[in-house]
């Protein structure tokens, strides 16, 4: 415990907290709170900086999602939209044609199709990882603080409105049964989905027509 405590520390004096965690194969990606995104290829022994092309000021920056669309990593950072490597981080450039709004705060992936939930406007869809963004936001509150899939099912936990769910890649929503109007973390394993809230952790075996405590 020790030995990994020292290694997380290691992130802190280079700006802030982490903010997300993201497994891609080998790698482990660490978005923070003010210093951009770390990579470390050995299980979180170490850290390196792979900030290339990220914006200037990253103290006032954070790194809320992580994910990667087919050869494309992509950083969702707050207030500033969607950047995108190439090249497994060592150079970024911005993504942001088509965002609704760049308060980034949550990746999800559905095949070749990737999500985007935002803090005031919704949840966006990229077709082309990441290039470009049009608006999945039928029927669905404003406010998205975490999103997850599940085979054709998308869940988007919201910030007053409880958890959501959309079966045609964001054309349309529906409200789900779960019993806390705010929701904070979504998780899914199989068919089963996971959410935190203010009230504890509640699973649906179900795609949400039923939650349980």
């Known amino acids: 415990v020790s030995s990994l405590d020292a290694q997380w520390a290691s992130i802190g004096p280079c700006g802030g907290n982490v903010r997300t965690l993201y497994v891609n194969g080998s790698n482990l990606y660490a978005g923070t709170d003010?210093?951009?995104?770390?990579?470390?290829?050995?299980?979180?022994?170490?850290?390196?900086?792979?900030?290339?092309?990220?914006?200037?000021?990253?103290?006032?920056?954070?790194?809320?999602?992580?994910?990667?669309?087919?050869?494309?990593?992509?950083?969702?950072?707050?207030?500033?939209?969607?950047?995108?490597?190439?090249?497994?981080?060592?150079?970024?450039?911005?993504?942001?044609?088509?965002?609704?709004?760049?308060?980034?705060?949550?990746?999800?992936?559905?095949?070749?199709?990737?999500?985007?939930?935002?803090?005031?406007?919704g949840v966006d869809i990229s077709t082309n990882n990441g290039a470009t963004w049009a608006a999945a936001n039928t029927g669905l509150p404003a406010s998205i603080v975490s999103l997850a899939s599940s085979g054709a099912n998308l869940f988007a936990a919201t910030y007053g409105s409880g958890v959501w769910i959309s079966t045609d890649n964001g054309t349309s929503w529906t409200k789900t049964t779960f019993p806390s109007t705010y929701a904070i973390s979504l998780l899914t394993n199989g068919s089963n989905v996971y959410c935190g809230a203010y009230n504890g952790i509640w699973y649906s075996t179900n795609s949400g027509s039923n939650w349980t405590a």
């Open 34 to 121: 003010g210093a951009g995104v770390f990579l470390s290829t050995n299980n979180g022994a170490t850290w390196t900086s792979i900030n290339t092309g990220l914006p200037a000021g990253l103290t006032n920056s954070q790194v809320y999602a992580i994910t990667v669309s087919g050869p494309n990593l992509l950083a969702g950072l707050y207030g500033l939209g969607v950047y995108i490597s190439t090249d497994n981080g060592a150079s970024w450039s911005v993504s942001n044609t088509g965002l609704t709004n760049q308060q980034i705060h949550a990746f999800a992936n559905i095949g070749s199709n990737v999500f985007a939930g935002t803090m005031g406007g």
